[in-house]
């Protein structure tokens, strides 16, 4: 399971419909549009939760760290860091052994949407130039470094307030936003981090309290 809900019933009819475990929680960073799922299907499935070792949630969880790999069955996971929206932001890459021995496709969570990128101004405190920083090289570095026939799957589509120009689209592949992503076709760092920063949308009320209780597993 990736970025669970607070109603974690669906996921559980889902397991059970299929005959199948929910053996790993994976967040691809601490949220803030909502208050998470993980802690409580944690207690259901007891499958663990997997933040990046930079989230510093204040919960038991399994660190994980650039490059990790996990198996679950004939699927293989790899953890890509992917910083810039959060500093402890991870996509995650899958293989399905059925179909291929190469990856299938990525879940970029918050960093790299359809249409768009994840918003760098979450965290305040002057800390937006640096994650800008960090999603450039996150965006360029490392998701584009990927086949472009590979499916990205973000956390969001048009009309949530994690990024701007987001798409209607909730699924692309590297190669189509390669070409028409407004923001992959400005590639200097400098004019990306202006790009941005500006005309960011007002972040709702709701952002910070959301990502207080996520940190502290209420």
Request: aromatic share 6%; proline share 9%.
């Amino acid at each position: 399971m990736v970025d669970p809900q607070p109603d974690v019933e669906p996921y559980l009819a889902a397991a059970a419909q299929t005959s199948m475990r929910i053996t790993h929680i994976f967040e691809t960073h601490v949220q803030a549009d909502h208050v998470s799922g993980a802690r409580q299907l944690a207690g259901v499935t007891g499958a663990p939760v997997l933040y990046h070792h930079a989230a510093g949630v204040a919960f038991p969880h399994v660190p994980v760290d650039d490059d990790d790999e996990h198996e679950l069955g004939n699927v293989q996971v790899q953890v890509l860091h992917t910083p810039g929206h959060t500093p402890c932001s991870v996509s995650l890459l899958v293989t399905d052994r059925t179909r291929a021995r190469e990856p299938w496709f990525v879940l970029t969570g918050d960093t790299l949407f359809s249409g768009g990128v994840g918003r760098p101004d979450l965290l305040g405190s002057g800390r937006e130039p640096a994650l800008a920083e960090q999603l450039h090289t996150s965006v360029f570095a490392k998701l584009l470094a990927l086949p472009d026939h590979l499916e990205i799957y973000p956390a969001h589509f048009g009309g949530a307030a994690c990024g701007k120009g987001l798409s209607g689209k909730p699924a692309s592949t590297i190669g189509f936003e390669r070409r028409f992503n407004p923001a992959l076709q400005i590639a200097a760092p400098d004019d990306f981090v202006r790009y941005v920063l500006a005309d960011l949308p007002p972040q709702p009320d709701v952002f910070a309290e959301n990502r207080r209780r996520n940190l502290a597993g209420e």
